[in-house]
């Protein structure tokens, strides 16, 4: 896979999932646009792609509860480039407590906005850059979580309740930009292990059947996603669970 010449956005690059993408698509060429909820914590993921692999990167602070940020994460980027190739959304706030009463109304709000309104805002205002590459790509990592009759996961049910308006979301949107030759590209992991691809464990971790579903997993299918040709519309990946 090679992201040369492509410019890549990944919202919640700040850790986890989106900092591993991040190093692993600098890795393979990309441009890079990060945020994260704040600007310390953008800046010092972009310092360590650079440090590692020498990739251009722009590092935002972007609250993807709060639709002025956005627009503003949206705006900085525009400044810099006039397409978007990839956009991996990613950011999303987790919140634990299987019952209703475990988090307040502030931490429950916050969770469904960062969730769905984020990711559709996200996409809303990036949508200009995209239909301006010659051939681009939304990924979406939701979560099994927003399964039917899935009830493994132990977060709270604004979690459930966010992942399930984001797959929603994804699933009209795959259908309406078609035509345009955008895909839009859903992941429905269960909890996965992190890892850091900066630590020697990355590329020798075990990744067998016994083993839970790893990060460098999930970020090697959104890569062979991207990486088809434009007739290939790889709608979304579901995973077996353990």
């Not at 475990?102 to 931490?107: H, R």
Request: hydrophobic share 45%; glycine share 8%.
């Amino acid at each position: 896979m090679d992201l040369a010449g492509r410019t890549v956005v990944v919202t919640g690059a700040g850790r986890g999932f989106g900092r591993a993408f991040a190093l692993q698509a600098g890795r393979l060429g990309a441009h890079l646009f990060l945020s994260a909820r704040t600007s310390a914590a953008a800046r010092t993921v972009a310092e360590e792609v650079v440090a590692d692999s020498g990739a251009r990167v722009d590092a935002f602070a972007c609250d993807l509860a709060d639709p002025a940020t956005v627009r503003g994460f949206t705006e900085g980027v525009a400044a810099h480039t006039d397409r978007v190739d990839v956009l991996v959304n990613n950011g999303a706030r987790y919140l634990a407590g299987p019952d209703l009463w475990d988090a307040d109304d502030e931490a429950i709000a916050d969770t469904v906005a960062s969730g769905a309104t984020g990711t559709l805002l996200t996409v809303k205002h990036f949508l200009p850059l995209l239909r301006a590459s010659e051939g681009a790509d939304v990924v979406n990592l939701v979560s099994s979580a927003a399964e039917a009759r899935d009830h493994r996961s132990p977060a709270h049910p604004a979690f459930y309740a966010a992942k399930a308006a984001q797959a929603g979301f994804a699933d009209v949107l795959s259908h309406r930009l078609r035509p345009e030759g955008i895909r839009v590209i859903s992941l429905y992991p269960p909890d996965f292990t992190d890892g850091d691809p900066l630590h020697a464990g990355w590329d020798g971790a075990s990744r067998t059947a016994r083993d839970p579903l790893t990060a460098r997993s999930v970020l090697d299918c959104v890569l062979f996603a991207i990486g088809q040709p434009r007739d290939c519309f790889i709608r979304s990946f579901h995973f077996e669970q353990l």
